[in-house]
């Protein structure tokens, strides 16, 4: 089962009287975690007013296609990038028509042409329009076209008919929205995850880190156990909440992640090592204070245990997934790192003071022996999902060529 929250929801609402439904459903979604964005149709005006579904999604509805002054702001191109779905509740014949027909002359049905995100529509119409032949052939065209069709319920309607027709109520439609979410392509397999920094400590009050926030770590559990994974999440220090759906174990430093790793790496069959590890810790840390009595001092380190390669070494050794976070020549960096520690795949980013860390947005260099594939800058959440959509291709294509061999006489 998928989740909603931090999910961008953009819901679509055309001309019905279910529109009125639409205010608590953008009020359950926003419940559920999700930040929602409204596109209204014009019709969908005459049913109720944008300036109640901006007062309950906290944002400005969005009504103009190709109009200057709101393509300036958020355009159509825009909210299709920023959506991580798309839900339109309630769907009219209508809509559905010029959806099936692929058309983009207003905001909403553009915005549906644009968008790489999933999209559901969610019909609401008398149950003689439900049921003509036009609109049931139109809605076999949606489908085809990978459009999800959430309901309709049937019972009584608006103008007093008996039949299908009626949208789905909001709650209902909340539980159907977080499954858009809910891929599968890793169900039944453990993924174990190293996500933020590491802290080493010099005494009781200091010690050595980095500026890794775990941000992307992170987002890299919640997609894999949104995909269906048994997810592992070893972090270091970080100010982020336990993702939701995900077992979390806190250590402090590198050898701590080290041990922890090894009590689960066996088991796993994806490791990701995100987190930004120490390479030294001091080689004693004080267990008091140090005081200041000196003009200078030296701090004597010694390297870490590589936590990454040591898991690469098991056998046998899971699919493994390591990250570079690099301020230049990212490419032979990354390639680098994929033959001296013996990786499946690297993901390459490029850190500065700008990038990287902190930051909500990123771009990943997927670099593996078959060639490179770029994923383009977007929001962390997203970029995740994306990668772990590789990973689980790679993992079977790997997996069926073993099974292959395993069977060949
Ligand atoms: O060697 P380098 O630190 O550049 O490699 C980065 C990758 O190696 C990351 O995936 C990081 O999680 C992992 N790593 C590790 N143990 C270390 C150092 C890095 O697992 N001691």
Redesign the pocket.
Known sequence: MGSLINKHVLLGVTGGIAAYKSADLVRRLRDAGAEVRVIMTRSATEFITPLTLQAVSGHPVHQHFLDTSAEAGMGHIELARWADAVLVAPASANFLARLAQGRADDLLSAVCLATEARVAVTPAMNQQMWNNAATQSNLATIKKNAIRIFGPAAGSQACGEVGPGRMLEPVELVTLASELFATGELDGLTVLV?AGPTWEAIDPVRGLTNRSSGKMGYAVAEAAAESGARVILVSGPTSLPDPERVRTLRVES?QEM?DTVHQHAAAADIFI???????YRPVRAADRKIKKTEETMALELER??????SVTALRPAPFTV????ETENIEPQARR?LEN?NLDLVAANRVGADIGFAADENSLLLVEREGVIELPTQPKTKLARALIHHIAARYRAKNATKVHRLRRP
């Open positions: 190293t590198a080290y090592g995100v987190a930004a590890v120490a390479d870490n245990p590589d936590i990454l390669a390591g990250f570079a976070a790192k520690k």
